[in-house]
């Protein structure tokens, strides 16, 4: 569940970052983290975490049997990637859908735990 939380927080400070937001910048300088503000830093940061945010979605996708989350992850991914040079609202854009898409994984993750498994008994099945 934790990777779940830390790859999409991840990438969108550091993709806010990369794109200049204002509020981010501001408050890594107050806390003496203004070397970060470097896109040498951040580019590989947001990638890092864009890993980690895919990775959380593949492994719970095995779990819950849904490609959904994981499909729109990917895309998102992607576009907030590619947009970073050239369109930055799709960025946020891209970045607001990967949030979407880990709260997704999430919601079907607490429907999956919540349902009762039962194991079946080869005895069972042959009537």
């Known amino acids: 569940m934790l990777k779940q939380i830390i790859g999409p ?41 864009l890993g980690i945010t895919l990775w959380g979605l593949q ?12 499909v729109l992850g ?3 991914s992607l576009v907030a990637f590619a947009a970073l040079w050239f369109l930055v609202p799709l960025a946020y854009a ?4 990967l949030v979407a898409a880990s709260a997704w994984d999430i919601v079907l993750l607490r429907r999956c735990e919540g349902v009762p498994t039962r194991v079946l008994n080869p005895k069972d099945s042959q009537g």
């Open 74 to 76: 990917v895309v998102a």
């Open 59 to 70: 492994s719970s996708r095995r779990r819950h049997g849904r490609n959904g989350p994981f």
């Open 94 to 97: 891209g970045l607001a859908a």
């Open 9 to 49: 927080t991840g990438s969108a400070i550091s993709g806010a970052c990369c794109l200049g937001f204002a509020p981010f910048l501001a408050g890594l300088s107050s806390i003496g983290a203004g070397f970060l503000i470097n896109d040498l830093v951040l580019i590989p940061l947001f990638v890092l975490f």
